[in-house]
């Protein structure tokens, strides 16, 4: 079993910054995948970005790309999505996941095995 704990949500102009963490605990794996993916209120949950933690490799939405970006602590198991020149549509509840059976970077909701509690990311014009 793994947990996941997000925090870092919060209320921000439209152009400022936030970070995002996710520390997980409980079992741990030696090759797995780290994903940010948001719902906004109506919409279905999308993807934001993925990292692969062994590797460092990371993908990101067509959206995100050039604004957010997603990195890693190993000492901490915790990963992080630092996101710039914020937008209100980045508003949404943002959800960090863990893909630990899937060998590959994946976009899609269903890859994904463990999932965050979530946290709210606010942005204002």
């Known amino acids: 079993q793994v947990q996941l704990v997000e925090s870092g949500g919060g209320l921000v102009q439209a152009g400022g910054s936030l970070r995002l963490s996710c ?6 794996f030696s090759n ?3 994903g940010w993916f948001r ?3 109506g919409k279905e949950r999308e993807f934001v970005a993925a990292m692969w933690w062994s590797l460092g490799s990371t993908y990101y939405a067509d ?3 050039g604004r957010f970006t997603i990195s890693r602590d190993n000492a901490k198991n915790t990963v992080y999505l630092q996101m710039n020149s914020l ?3 980045d508003t949404a509840i943002y959800y960090c996941a863990a893909d630990i059976t899937t060998a590959q970077i994946s976009r899609m909701v269903g890859a994904y095995d463990y999932w965050g509690q979530g946290t709210q990311v606010t942005v204002s014009s």
């Open 23 to 28: 520390t997980a605990s409980g079992r741990t």
């Open 32 to 34: 797995y995948v780290m």
């Open 39 to 41: 719902q906004a209120p």
């Open 63 to 65: 959206s995100v790309k």
């Open 87 to 89: 937008k209100p549509e």
